[in-house]
């Protein structure tokens, strides 16, 4: 399956998800997306400036990329939604790949068309591949994810906002309209390993 999303996508998609680390970018943050199938398979991504030696010969210092041990398929509720221990896996991934506790999430439940977010991602790679630099002010991580969450069908994405912790904090913010999913808030890692969800507020 490699780096194709296609591979790993179910066309009756459910739910988008933001993960933001607040910690990252000087507490600037860091953005990643997965997509939740009905069936419970899992897409997810993040870009970045990984390829700053330009390792693969393409002109570009940015790489798409899938996160390490994000599970391929989780349990989803008879309404298609991620269940708890889902989003445990999911978040515990992310979390896990930056060695943080805190994870902060925007759950857009409207966001289910997952082959125009596979098309995006794909459109993404062939940026790459043109030679299209990562830039912090027009092509970062979290320019990326508003891309493929709007894709998906996320609604009221504010797209000129630079900064990944700003962006989640008034996406998250209750009663705006945007990532009004049950999952949205912050998860923070106990000290069994389990995750514990505060909502939006």
Request: with cysteine; net charge negative; proline share 4%.
């Amino acid at each position: 399956m490699g780096n194709d999303p296609l591979n790993l996508t179910d066309p009756s998609g459910k739910d988008g998800l933001r993960l933001t680390d607040r910690t990252s970018a000087y507490n600037n943050g860091h953005s990643a997306h997965a997509v939740v199938g009905e069936g419970g398979q899992v897409v997810s991504g993040e870009y970045g400036m990984y390829d700053r030696d330009d390792r693969n010969g393409d002109g570009s210092n940015a790489e798409y990329r899938l996160i390490p041990n994000m599970p391929t398929v989780v349990d989803v509720t008879s309404g298609g939604e991620p269940d708890f221990r889902a989003m445990e896996a999911i978040v515990g991934a992310f979390a896990d790949l930056y060695g943080i506790d805190s994870v902060d999430v925007s759950h857009f439940p409207e966001a289910d068309n997952i082959e125009a977010a596979a098309a995006e991602i794909a459109a993404v790679q062939q940026e790459i591949a043109n030679g299209r630099n990562y830039n912090l002010f027009n092509c970062n991580c979290g320019d990326i994810s508003d891309r493929v969450l709007v894709a998906a069908g996320a609604q009221g994405v504010d797209r000129s906002i630079m900064r990944p912790n700003t962006t989640s904090d008034r996406e998250r913010r209750r009663g705006n309209g945007i990532a009004e999913g049950r999952w949205s808030g912050r998860w923070v890692r106990l000290e069994n390993g389990r995750w514990g969800h505060h909502p939006n507020r």
